[in-house]
């Protein structure tokens, strides 16, 4: 019997994608209105299928194999899988720096 996994969305990653809706938005709401719907099924259905996503590239190279992403070109979509829960992480435009991305996020991070 295949295990369903549940999708749980960080602070950063919800933060992410308003950022991003807010930013298409400025210029074309129906065409955010679709990005969003877009983004948001396709990480829904990671529940049934988690290891679908490929490990992220950039991390890969340094040997992490913890994070997986899915593609919505120029979107990304990125993820851990830990026992039974698909945890999304970040949001953004493949057309950025990952690098400069996630030290960003943890420059910001609050502890």
Same mark, same amino acid.
């Given at each position: 019997?295949?295990?369903?996994?549940k /999708? $749980? %969305?960080?602070?950063?990653? *919800?933060r992410?994608?308003?950022?991003i809706?807010?930013?298409? @938005?400025?210029?074309?709401?129906? +065409? @955010?209105r679709?990005? !969003?719907?877009?983004?948001?099924?396709? @990480?829904?259905? !990671?529940?049934?299928?988690?290891?679908?996503?490929?490990? $992220?590239?950039?991390?890969?190279?340094?040997?992490? !194999? #913890?994070y997986?992403? /899915? *593609?919505? /070109?120029? %979107?990304?979509?990125?993820?851990? /899988?830990s026992? +039974?829960? $698909? #945890?999304v992480?970040? $949001?953004f435009?493949?057309?950025? +720096?990952?690098?400069?991305?996630?030290?960003?996020? !943890? #420059? +910001?991070?609050?502890?």
């Open positions: 019997m295949k295990q369903d996994f /999708v $749980v %969305w960080s602070g950063s990653a *919800v992410d994608l308003e950022n809706i807010a930013y298409i @938005a400025e210029d074309s709401p129906a +065409n @955010a679709k990005i !969003l719907s877009k983004i948001k099924k396709t @990480a829904s259905e !990671l529940y049934h299928s988690p290891h679908r996503g490929r490990f $992220v590239p950039e991390l890969q190279t340094q040997g992490i !194999l #913890l997986r992403e /899915v *593609v919505i /070109v120029p %979107w990304r979509i990125m993820y851990r /899988v026992e +039974n829960t $698909v #945890l992480l970040s $949001v435009d493949s057309r950025q +720096n990952i690098e400069d991305i996630l030290l960003k996020k !943890l #420059l +910001n991070l609050k502890i």
